[in-house]
């Protein structure tokens, strides 16, 4: 197993870009590679929620964080001149599958358009030497099958959310066949990870913010799919990965333009009312948990996952925690938050912990 670690000295002293710093993944991805010694610059709208991950670690005293909407190329071009970043990750996206039936056109202008901005800054700022292209596992056309999708499998999507993340990965084939295609190009691949959970989180319409925003209310919890299962997984175990491919592709051991999954095991598959019950019990209110009948029309995936064998193979890459460790820090990190315990003292102990495994 490759050393996260390893990895992250990597970046030490360097400049990277995370577009999207201010979301969930992006906020524990900057904090990470910032306490690595890396000159982190973001680029986000932002944050959406309040509170945010992202204001409770005080991550404007961490980064250069600028304000930026990816959909706006003049601005997003100029601050990429400004940063001149080696390493690019892209985060950035409309996330809310939900969200994507109210307002469609944003979801498509941010994560087709908005991918394609960040593309083609890349493609014209010489700094950037590696770039991972984050994606989702709701790329691939769900069929609802039992057996993880690979990389090669077809994309698609009923929803607007997954149409546009299927978009968006045919827009970086697009830029790999055009921009990027030359030897001296920099090198670039998507990485394809989703569900993930962890200390932070307050999104909407995502099952453990839900869960925490009731028992924190004294309401009960809601479930409208209680038998939906998911593959659980922290959010520290994506970030790994792509921490990892951005070094392989530096190194020579990822192809440039290839596609990577970064899911968990088969055994982090739970059904979503055991996940909701884990974490009421754990609050100390078992009886919160009530099951409501969804009248909504909208499509909800049932099953989704991801086959990371490429990953574990060629990149040496494996998740770390299962998902009792997972359900544990998650919500434990929510716990001791609420009882007066510092964001980012618990974010950076969540890190420090999955270091040393």
Known sequence: MASLSEDLGHFSGR??????????KGSWLALMLAQAGANV???????ETSPAHFTLLELEKEVDSRVCDVRDKAMLES????AKPEVVFHLAAQAFVRRSYQD???????????????????????????????????CYKNKEQ???????????????????????????????????????????????AGNVIGGGDWSPDRLI????????????????HPQATRPWQHVLEPLSGYV???????????ESGSCWNFGPPETAIHEVQEVASLIANKWGRPEAVRVERDSSTMHESQLLQLNSDKSKRDLQWSTRWD????????????IRLRDGENAKSLTLGDIEAYLAQ
């Open 41 to 47: 610059t973001g680029i986000a709208l932002p944050p």
């Open 323 to 334: 998902f009792s460790e997972t359900m544990n820090r998650t919500t434990s990190w929510f």
């Open 146 to 192: 039992t057996h993880g999708y690979i990389e090669s499998d077809e994309l698609g999507g009923i929803d607007p959310y997954s149409q546009s993340k299927a978009a968006a990965e045919m827009v970086f084939a697009g830029y790999c066949s055009s921009t990027f295609r030359q030897a001296d190009s920099a090198r670039l691949a998507s990485a394809r």
């Open 15 to 24: 400049r990277v870009l995370i577009t999207g710093h201010t979301g969930f």
């Open 209 to 224: 913010p839900d869960c925490v925003r009731a028992l924190e209310e004294k309401r009960p919890i809601e479930i409208r």
């Open 79 to 82: 601050e990429f001149r400004r």
């Open 244 to 254: 990892r491919l951005a070094v392989a592709l530096e190194s020579g051991a990822a």
């Open 104 to 138: 469609p056109y944003t979801t498509f202008s941010t994560n087709v358009l908005g991918s394609a901005n960040v593309l083609e800054a890349a493609g014209h700022t010489s700094s950037v030497r590696t770039l991972v292209f984050v994606t989702s596992d709701k």
